[in-house]
């Protein structure tokens, strides 16, 4: 039986994907910040969670009740350009500093191991591109974006100067249940409140690249079975491009409302016009399909949001 390693397993899809791992008949054990308590270990599929910072002693820690991993997922990190923009230095440690830790850990004691570490479209910032390749200009609009491209960097300062396997997925604007932030939430929760009418910030023109949870999932997965695993990196993204605008219209239908839709006008800090990958490469290197169309990912979305508020 495989051992595998999800740093983040506490986050939104760290939570995803050690359920499926665990699944899939694979021993999961975790490391990450927060509690996480017997019968929330058992339903997420964890054998063991360390609660902490990704450092060189918990790591050492995880190891003692584990054995070395086949792969680490390395899902922890900041997740949020708001906070980064408020708490810099703290994204910086969370972002940089633990994927730095997490490499050394694995150059010293065990080099074979496979890493994938999830990185985000922020990297991109807004350049300008109906669909942006991996290989290009990096223009990010925040501390988020910057830290992830530092920790990208460091990854591949790490393959090719130790010979680390690491795979970095870019993930674009990744949704589904359990999402208890961001935009759809927002939406969501303005709606139970006022269902007959819906005012949002920016100018509803903004252009994200949806990509179900389960999906995301399922390309962490395959790219980490993939041999033999060199430094790679892609995009985790569907190339399809949609509207907030029509984002916000196809929910307010999965949600059976149908409000008066209205936006702001003011564009949010950090925030990119149109975040939309090129999937050229992803498809070149993973013969799979995505299962969720957005209509479906989102209907599904309003389906647990329903449940989890009532």
């Known amino acids: ?31 990450g910040h927060g509690a996480l308590p017997p019968e929330l270990l058992s ?24 054995g070395f991993p ?14 980064s923009l408020q708490t810099p230095a703290e994204d910086f440690r969370r972002s940089v500093v633990s994927t730095a830790a ?19 479209a922020a990297v991109y910032g807004s350049i300008g591109l109906k ?26 300062s790490y393959a090719q100067n130790f010979g680390l ?23 969501c929760c303005r709606l139970m409140r006022m269902p007959d009418f819906l005012e949002l910030h920016g100018t509803g ?22 041999e033999p695993l060199e430094f790679l990196l892609l995009n985790g993204a569907t190339g399809i491009g949609t509207s907030v605008r029509d984002v916000a219209i196809l929910m307010c239908k999965a949600m059976g409302v149908a409000p008066e839709v209205k936006f702001s006008g003011h564009k ?14 992803l498809q070149e290197a993973l013969s799979i399909q995505l299962d969720y169309s957005l209509n479906l990912g989102l209907a599904e979305y309003a389906k647990w949001f329903k449940q989890f508020r009532n």
């Open 1 to 31: 039986m495989s051992v595998v390693w999800v740093t983040g397993a506490k986050g939104f899809i760290g939570r995803h994907l050690s359920t499926y791992l665990a699944a899939e008949g694979l021993t999961v054990s975790g490391l």
């Open 43 to 66: 339903q997420q599929g964890l054998t063991h969670w360390i609660n902490g910072d990704i450092d060189a002693h918990n790591l050492q820690q995880l190891f003692r009740c584990t």
């Open 70 to 83: 086949d792969v680490i997922y390395h899902l922890a990190g900041g997740s949020s350009v708001g906070l």
């Open 102 to 120: 997490l490499l050394e850990w694995v150059r010293i004691a065990n080099p074979k191991i496979k890493i994938v570490v999830s990185s985000s």
């Open 131 to 156: 669909r942006i390749p991996e290989i290009g200009q990096f223009t990010p609009y925040s501390p988020y974006g910057f830290h992830k491209r530092t920790a990208e960097l460091i990854c591949e």
């Open 165 to 187: 396997k690491i795979a970095v997925v870019r993930l674009f604007s990744v949704y589904g249940p359990g999402l208890c932030k961001q935009l759809l939430w927002d939406l």
């Open 205 to 226: 023109a903004e252009i994200r690249d949806w990509l179900y949870v389960a999906d995301a999932v399922k390309l962490l997965v395959a790219v980490s079975e993939l």
């Open 268 to 281: 949010r800090p950090g925030d990119p016009f149109s975040l939309v990958g090129d999937t050229t490469r």
